[in-house]
């Protein structure tokens, strides 16, 4: 497995970043860190003066596994971000159930608790750097170097929305929280270094945004021998109104999938690949088009409406066909997660 020396949890106010951090810490043998000056009561960390020192620490024992809940600001995120093992995970939650864990917290360390007003108020000014509610449009001008005085003050929202992985902490406590993150393999090395599957994936998805069709976006890439042959994506022939102008009648109209192909002016992507790699061929299909120029395995990872007929085909020829979905990045709120009214405060400490 490839060293994964960094994963570094941003959320907003009680999210369970440090949970999470912590969780790192006892299952999978991470190591905390933290920059001096920042208080950080539930962890034994190692300390470090400014951001390039534990860069510097981080990039010399590369072969162990660190976490740090210690990005604020853009000058930290990017000083980290240079590397290629740094993961950002941005963790978030709804703001009731962050609100009971903050006056879980505040019992705990027998602080006075927040009103729910003052809390929604902390939590704006963490997340968006707002204090009262202003129509000025502010621009932050800055250049390319990496000087802590040239970045702006950064809201969290600003960080986490640049997140590897967003986790959303809706979980009542702690078990189901852990088995939930057990669940997503975070530390797939997938997720700092794709395999070939997922690396190839991302170009078709890439390739698919340069679509024109009204029914779907598709990519395609030819692959052999690890090395791009050529890429293709659907939409009109060359020289025609593209289809998302009006330029195929079939596709503007609602017609279900599969019907009414005879009139359809849009190239498959798996067509335009062949055509751009010069091999196309005559047949019925793009299965038998593949068939015919030598393709021998088909990886997929959105299914199609006619995905029997297709199977039938490329099984019968030999052809290998799989799916490969690459790791998600954003996760989705499970309905069950919400807080019950009767749930206890005690009960949700993160």
Not at 282 to 301: A, F, P
Request: proline share 5%; glycine share 6%; net charge neutral.
């Amino acid at each position: 497995m490839v060293p994964e020396p960094g994963k570094f949890p941003a959320g907003s106010i009680c999210s369970g970043k440090h949970t999470i951090a912590e969780w790192l810490i006892s299952v999978h043998g991470f190591i905390p860190l933290t920059l001096r000056g920042i208080d950080n009561y539930r962890f034994d960390a190692l300390h470090f003066e400014t951001p390039n020192d534990l860069l510097e620490y981080v990039t010399k024992n590369w072969i162990d596994n660190f976490v740090t809940c210690d990005i604020d600001t853009l000058y930290v995120l990017e000083t980290y971000r240079k590397r290629p093992f740094f993961l950002l995970l941005a963790v978030d939650g709804p703001l009731t159930i962050r609100y009971q864990r903050c006056l879980a917290r505040c019992q705990e360390l027998g602080h006075q608790p927040p009103t729910l007003e003052r809390f929604v108020i902390e939590n704006d000014k963490r997340l968006f750097k707002t204090v009262v509610p202003t129509n000025d449009f502010i621009q932050n001008d800055q250049d390319n170097t990496l000087n802590s005085d040239d970045f702006p003050i950064s809201s969290i929202y600003n960080i986490m929305s640049m997140a590897d992985l967003t986790i959303v902490n809706s979980f009542l406590s702690l078990q189901p929280l852990y088995a939930y993150l057990h669940s997503l393999n975070i530390t797939d090395s997938e997720r700092l270094r794709p395999s070939w599957d997922t690396y190839f994936m991302h170009l078709s998805d890439l390739a698919a945004l340069r679509s024109n069709c009204m029914k779907r976006r598709v990519g395609c890439i030819l692959v052999k021998d690890f090395r791009v042959v050529a890429t293709g994506y659907n939409g009109t022939a060359r020289g025609l109104k593209n289809c998302n102008q009006g330029g195929c009648e079939r596709c503007n109209d609602a017609v279900p999938c599969g019907k009414g192909l005879e009139t359809c002016l849009c190239l498959h992507a798996e067509e335009n690949a062949l055509l751009e790699a010069g091999r196309a061929r005559v047949g019925q299909g793009c299965s038998v088009k593949l068939i015919q120029v030598g393709v021998t395995e088909v990886v997929y990872n959105k299914s199609y409406g006619m995905d029997d007929m297709t199977s039938r085909i490329l099984k019968e020829a030999g052809v290998k066909l799989r799916q490969h979905s690459p790791p998600t990045k954003r996760l989705i709120l499970q309905k069950n997660d919400f807080m019950s009214s009767n749930t206890n405060i005690g009960d949700i400490m993160m």
